[in-house]
């Protein structure tokens, strides 16, 4: 009888062991190296199209306007036709086939271009109304915003938005607070800013949300890990906030922190950090995963990078697909 019991008993835990073991393989999230950029540069912008990412403008020797795509299927990169203009400082988004870049300036006009993905062309749109840099841009309902950054009047907290349609700007709803050098993402229906610095050029861990539907904006949880320079993509609906600059204990210093933003439950989780410290970088998710291009690392007064890395944030280990092992223990298949 106590064999018997025994043997239940040693079952029960192999079994617990095992779907824990299979649990915690599943939910373990990853990153890997890829192929690096033909260009090191920092300050440019990526975005995904029909399962490309576009990296676009920023700096390497100097402001560049180079265009080169990224396939995340064979891992390799290609030319394309340059923006008409060098671009650092400005903004980007993507809807359908086209992408939009707008141009960041203190003092002169903010180009807007439009640049077809089937037809590798690019075409002048109707410039920002308000000259400004360190701004950024979302798409939602087939229109985009463009959100904060700074003029020679200080930190903005203006909100402006352009219809492709009609190829015409209207002024938007202002945020909360005035924002630069932060992230700006659309997600579950809402747009989001979160992060950079303030009014005061001070950091801000600040989350903003808006409802387009009321109109109005709402303060969200705060970043567990406040930093400006930061890059951030969506993903399932969630926003990955990724590296970025925090103060140090004697200076700023650029981090692998990576954060994940759950929209619907307000909440925050942190998630495996990346291998590369960086700032002024860009990440853009394709697929089901979320790709990491360039900035500044650990010492931000060195040379741009061009190290690539993806993010797996649900690899799974096995297959619903597989067959369990024939006996595992006393468990017979």
Same mark, same amino acid.
């Given at each position: 009888?106590?064999?018997?019991?025994?043997?239940?008993?040693?079952l029960?835990?192999q %079994?617990?062991?095992f779907?824990? +073991?299979?649990?915690?393989?599943?939910?373990? #999230?990853? !990153?890997? *190296? $890829? &192929? /690096?950029?033909?260009?090191?540069?920092?300050?440019h912008?990526?975005v995904?199209?029909?399962?490309?990412?576009?990296?676009i403008?920023?700096?390497?020797?100097?402001?560049?306007?180079?265009?080169?795509?990224?396939d995340?299927?064979?891992?390799?990169w290609?030319?394309?036709?340059s923006?008409p203009?060098?671009?650092?400082?400005?903004?980007i988004c993507?809807?359908d086939?086209?992408i939009?870049?707008?141009?960041g300036? %203190?003092?002169?006009v903010?180009? +807007?271009y439009e640049?077809?993905?089937l037809? #590798?062309? !690019?075409? *002048? $749109? &109707? /410039?920002?109304p308000t000259a400004?840099?360190?701004?950024?841009?979302?798409?939602?309902?087939?229109?985009?915003y463009v959100?904060g950054?700074?003029s020679?009047?200080?930190?903005?907290?203006?909100?402006?938005?352009?219809?492709?349609?009609?190829?015409?700007?209207?002024k938007?709803?202002d945020?909360?607070?005035?924002?630069t050098?932060m992230?700006?993402?659309s997600?579950?229906?809402?747009i989001?800013?979160?992060?950079?610095?303030?009014?005061?050029?001070?950091l801000?861990?600040?989350?903003?949300?808006?409802d387009?539907n009321?109109?109005?904006?709402?303060?969200?949880?705060?970043?567990?890990?406040?930093?400006?320079?930061?890059?951030?993509?969506?993903?399932?609906d969630?926003v990955?906030?990724i590296?970025?600059?925090?103060?140090?204990?004697k200076?700023w210093?650029?981090v692998?922190?990576?954060e994940?933003y759950?929209?619907?439950?307000?909440?925050?989780?942190?998630?495996?950090?990346?291998?590369t410290?960086?700032?002024?970088?860009s990440?853009?998710?394709?697929?089901?995963?979320?790709?990491?291009?360039?900035?500044?690392?650990?010492n931000?007064?060195?040379?741009?990078?061009?190290?690539?890395?993806?993010?797996?944030?649900w690899?799974?280990?096995?297959?619903?697909k597989?067959d369990?092992p024939?006996?595992?223990?006393?468990?017979?298949?």
């Open positions: 009888m106590k064999i018997i019991v025994f043997t239940r008993f040693r029960i835990l %079994i617990i062991f779907f824990t +073991l299979i649990n915690s393989t599943i939910m373990a #999230d990853s !990153w890997e *190296k $890829k &192929a /690096d950029m033909p260009m090191p540069r920092y300050r912008k990526s995904e199209v029909n399962g490309k990412i576009y990296v403008g920023g700096y390497n020797i100097g402001v560049t306007k180079r265009v080169q795509v990224y995340p299927a064979t891992d390799t290609l030319d394309k036709t923006m203009v060098e671009m650092s400082n400005f903004s993507a809807i086939e086209k939009y870049v707008i141009k300036s %203190i003092d002169a903010c180009d +807007l640049y077809d993905a037809t #590798d062309i !690019w075409t *002048k $749109k &109707a /410039d920002l400004r840099r360190d701004h950024e841009a979302c798409s939602l309902d087939e229109k985009i959100i950054g700074s020679n009047a200080g930190v903005l907290k203006i909100v402006e938005i352009y219809d492709p349609r009609t190829d015409k700007w209207i938007g709803k945020m909360l607070s005035p924002k050098q992230a700006v993402e997600a579950n229906g809402k989001y800013t979160m992060g950079g610095l303030d009014g005061n050029l001070l801000s861990g600040i989350v903003e949300e808006f387009p009321t109109g109005l904006w709402r303060e969200r949880v705060s970043i567990p890990r406040p930093r400006y320079n930061l890059a951030t993509c969506v993903l399932e969630r990955y906030v590296g970025g600059m925090v103060q140090g204990k200076d210093e650029n692998g922190t990576v994940e759950n929209p619907s439950q307000n909440r925050w989780s942190l998630k495996a950090t990346m291998p410290p960086r700032s002024k970088h990440a853009c998710s394709a697929g089901t995963n979320i790709y990491v291009f360039g900035g500044v690392g650990e931000w007064e060195q040379d741009p990078l061009s190290t690539v890395e993806k993010y797996n944030p690899p799974s280990a096995i297959s619903p597989d369990l024939a006996t595992w223990g006393n468990i017979k298949k």
